[in-house]
Every structure is written in structure tokens, then in C-alpha cells.
């Protein structure tokens, strides 16, 4: 069966200060990743996602993320996070077509002032 | 581009009542659309895959008889609530898939049952 983890419930982070937020996998075929955030009261909206090629994948926002088929994870990351940046952070996993998407439990990140 | 709404964002209704939540993608055809449902703090749970002009596909422990799914259109997909309980009351939300197999969100219908 196919899982989600995300590691950490809370990460806090000063504003400016650079952002790792963890996401280990296990899916039987190739997976298609996603990262999605989703704000107090907004719906989930799409940062980036990886279905195949360049392991290394640029999203909006000025988000990134590596895919690391070795480690079976997907981390995503930000150089300098804004304050904006706090809302509630989900990674998610797929095989394409008509599979829905299984989803970690998600990390609440705080941007300290 | 890629925009799904969801109509009503939050409903109020008494327990054994209906309810119904629509899903629609606005400017895109979505063969396939997804329900899923969220609690409180909690991550989203899909409920069920609705494919347009056939019965929708549910993941196991969803009742499909409490929880009926429409997918009438290219852009329409309906959730109906049956005899709805406070057990029920639930952040519901729905998605449709582009081609490319990315899903977009919509943004959540809040069901309170009282």
C-alpha cells in the first residue's frame, strides 16, 4: 500500500532563515510527487510536483524540491522563507491517471519574526 | 488557469438532512474528479474517484450508499450527503485532473451536522 510520511508535525523557522520540510514515500511503481500548501481557510494550492526526469524540480514561490528515488524521499526546500510562507505544508503521492492521491499528515510551519 | 470551485464553502444542517456539495472545474474539462475529506489537523483522506458519465470508484470504508456521487458533465461533480450525522461533519473537499495528471484543488466545503 502506498504511505506518506512527513516527519514533522511543526517546524518554526526565523524569517529569512532557509526551510527544509521532510517527505519519505513508498509506492510500488514509479510515483508522480507533488507538494501542495494550504493556508487558514484557502483550499490546497500546487507548489511543484515530479513525475519523471530532472530529479530536481523548481516550483512557484520560490520553492524547490529534490527526488531521491535511493532514499525515497521528496524534501522540499526554500533558501529564505517570508513570513507569508506560514501555512500548513502537505506532500503527496500518485501514480497518475485516475489514482487519487495519498497525502502525509502534513507540517505546520511558523515563521518567527 | 486550472480553477475548481465548490459550492457551498460551509453548510449548516440538521442531523438526519441531506446535503449537497458541487464541485466544478471552471475553465478546464476534468475527466476525473476526486473527493476527499479532511478533519480537523488532519490530513486529506480521498473518498472516492468520480469518473464523468459512469459510477464513481470508492476507496475502501466509504459508504457508498451515504455518500452519492454525480459526475455529470466535464465540469460537474456533485456530493450528496444522505441522512447526515454530527459523525459526518467533516472539511470536504474535491479536485480535477488536468491531462498532464496533475490535480487541482477546490477550496472545501465546511459541513457542521447538528
Known amino acids: 500500500a502506498q504511505s506518506v510520511t512527513q516527519p514533522d508535525i511543526h517546524i518554526t523557522v526565523s524569517e529569512g532563515a532557509s526551510l527544509e520540510l521532510r517527505c519519505n514515500y513508498s509506492y510500488g511503481a514509479t510515483p508522480y510527487l507533488f507538494w501542495y500548501v494550504q493556508s487558514p481557510g484557502q483550499g490546497l494550492q500546487l507548489l511543484l510536483k515530479y513525475f519523471s526526469g530532472d530529479t530536481l524540480v523548481q516550483g512557484i514561490k520560490g520553492f524547490e524540491a529534490e527526488f531521491k528515488r535511493s532514499q525515497s524521499s521528496f524534501n522540499l526546500r526554500k533558501p529564505s522563507v517570508h513570513w507569508s510562507d506560514a501555512a500548513e505544508y502537505f506532500c503527496?503521492?500518485?501514480?497518475?491517471?485516475?489514482?487519487?492521491?495519498?497525502f502525509g499528515k502534513g507540517t505546520h510551519l511558523i515563521i518567527q519574526p | 488557469g486550472a480553477v475548481v470551485s465548490q459550492h457551498p464553502s460551509w453548510v449548516i444542517c440538521k442531523s438526519g438532512t441531506s446535503v449537497k456539495i458541487e464541485c466544478r472545474s471552471l475553465d478546464f474539462q476534468a475527466t476525473t474528479m476526486f473527493w476527499y475529506r479532511q478533519f480537523p489537523k488532519q490530513s486529506l483522506m480521498l473518498m472516492a474517484t468520480s469518473n464523468e458519465g459512469s459510477k464513481a470508484t470508492y476507496e475502501q470504508g466509504v459508504e457508498k450508499d451515504k455518500f452519492l456521487i454525480n459526475h455529470a458533465s466535464l465540469t460537474l461533480s456533485t456530493l450528496t450527503v444522505t441522512s447526515a450525522h454530527p459523525e459526518d461533519s467533516s472539511f470536504y473537499i474535491c479536485?480535477?485532473?488536468?491531462?498532464?495528471?496533475?490535480?487541482?484543488f477546490g477550496p472545501g466545503t465546511r459541513l457542521t451536522v447538528l
Open positions: 503527496a503521492v500518485g501514480g497518475g491517471g485516475a489514482d487519487g492521491l495519498t
Open positions: 479536485s480535477a485532473r488536468i491531462p498532464t495528471d496533475t490535480q487541482y
